[in-house]
């Protein structure tokens, strides 16, 4: 083995270990602040190509969601054997102005109740609209049953002579009163129009559907008088095998 001239290790070794660090191109070490950077980007990297599967999840969630019904928003409903029925009564004059932009029924004392009728089960659902009622106690020993207006009698209503103020003083009176008969001419045309377009369409409800609309009725003004009142639907009727179900009774006075 041949060694240096003062001895200090093998020169083969020390030509080795110079070889290799001339071999060797030297590479800065990075900094902590280039060491965060490639960190970040990497990250960066990695959640863009996560993003097309988390947008493809959320197309999936909001095509199942509207596969399903909206939920619903109401002033009061009740639910049963897969029928939803909501009502809420337009004790706002303004709510009527986008329906009746002429002649309001709310001026000549008539309450609109928009209500929904939502089935959720398998099964067709008849309801006879013309037996709904709005039951109101005008006193402690005084209750009546107010039936739903046709667009017809909702014309005859608003139309007839002697029509007062929702506005003013009143004194309770049993309800409901005779409606007059007697045309209108162009007016209550228009105003029957109005009134079928905006009423519920039908009583048919098919499976996982809602029908929806306004109910009209004749208080007379006395709008207080909802403090008490309840919508009554009492025939409904699953059309396949005609099973009648259970009648409903929906409390508007909250």
Same mark, same amino acid.
């Given at each position: 083995?041949?060694?240096?001239?003062?001895?200090?290790?093998?020169?083969?070794?020390?030509?080795?270990?110079?070889?290799?660090?001339?071999?060797?191109?030297?590479?800065?070490?990075?900094?902590? @602040?280039?060491?965060?950077?490639?960190?970040?980007?990497?990250? &960066?990297?990695?959640?863009?190509?996560?993003?097309?599967?988390?947008?493809?999840?959320?197309?999936?969630?909001?095509?199942?969601?509207?596969?399903?019904?909206?939920?619903?928003?109401?002033?009061?409903?009740?639910?049963?054997?897969?029928?939803?029925?909501? +009502?809420?009564?337009?004790?706002?004059?303004?709510?009527?102005?986008?329906?009746?932009?002429?002649?309001?029924?709310?001026?000549? @004392?008539?309450?609109?109740?928009?209500?929904?009728?939502?089935?959720?089960?398998? !099964?067709?659902?008849?309801?006879?609209?013309?037996?709904?009622? /709005?039951?109101?106690?005008?006193?402690?020993?005084?209750?009546?049953?107010?039936?739903?207006?046709?667009?017809?009698e909702l014309v005859q209503a608003v139309l007839k002579p002697g029509g007062k103020d929702p506005?003013?003083?009143?004194?309770?009176?049993?309800?409901?009163?005779?409606?007059?008969?007697?045309?209108?001419?162009?007016?209550?045309?228009?105003?029957?129009?109005? +009134?079928?377009?905006?009423?519920?369409?039908?009583?048919?409800? +098919?499976?996982?559907?809602?029908?929806? @609309?306004?109910?009209?009725?004749? &208080?007379?003004?006395?709008?207080?008088? /909802?403090?008490?009142?309840?919508?009554?639907?009492? !025939?409904?009727?699953?059309?396949?095998?005609?099973?009648?179900?259970?009648?409903?009774?929906?409390?508007?006075?909250?």
């Open positions: 083995m041949k060694y240096t001239k003062r001895g200090s290790g093998p020169l083969s070794l020390r030509l080795g270990t110079h070889a290799r660090r001339r071999a060797t191109p030297h590479v800065p070490r990075e900094s902590k @602040g280039d060491e965060m950077r490639n960190l970040y980007y990497n990250h &960066m990297r990695i959640a863009a190509l996560r993003i097309p599967c988390v947008a493809t999840s959320l197309s999936l969630l909001a095509a199942f969601a509207g596969a399903q019904q909206a939920p619903l928003r109401t002033a009061s409903l009740e639910s049963h054997e897969g029928l939803t029925i909501t +009502a809420t009564p337009w004790t706002d004059a303004a709510k009527y102005k986008d329906k009746f932009p002429k002649k309001s029924p709310y001026a000549a @004392g008539i309450l609109a109740v928009e209500v929904s009728f939502r089935n959720d089960s398998d !099964e067709s659902v008849r309801v006879t609209l013309s037996r709904i009622r /709005l039951t109101v106690h005008v006193d402690a020993e005084n209750t009546q049953e107010l039936p739903s207006l046709s667009p017809e506005t003013a003083k009143r004194n309770k009176i049993p309800l409901p009163v005779p409606i007059p008969k007697g045309g209108g001419g162009k007016n209550a045309d228009e105003l029957q129009r109005q +009134a079928q377009e905006a009423s519920v369409p039908t009583g048919v409800v +098919a499976p996982h559907s809602t029908v929806k @609309g306004l109910l009209y009725f004749d &208080m007379q003004s006395q709008f207080d008088l /909802l403090e008490t009142a309840h919508l009554y639907v009492p !025939e409904l009727v699953q059309m396949r095998g005609n099973r009648a179900l259970t009648y409903f009774d929906i409390d508007l006075g909250h």
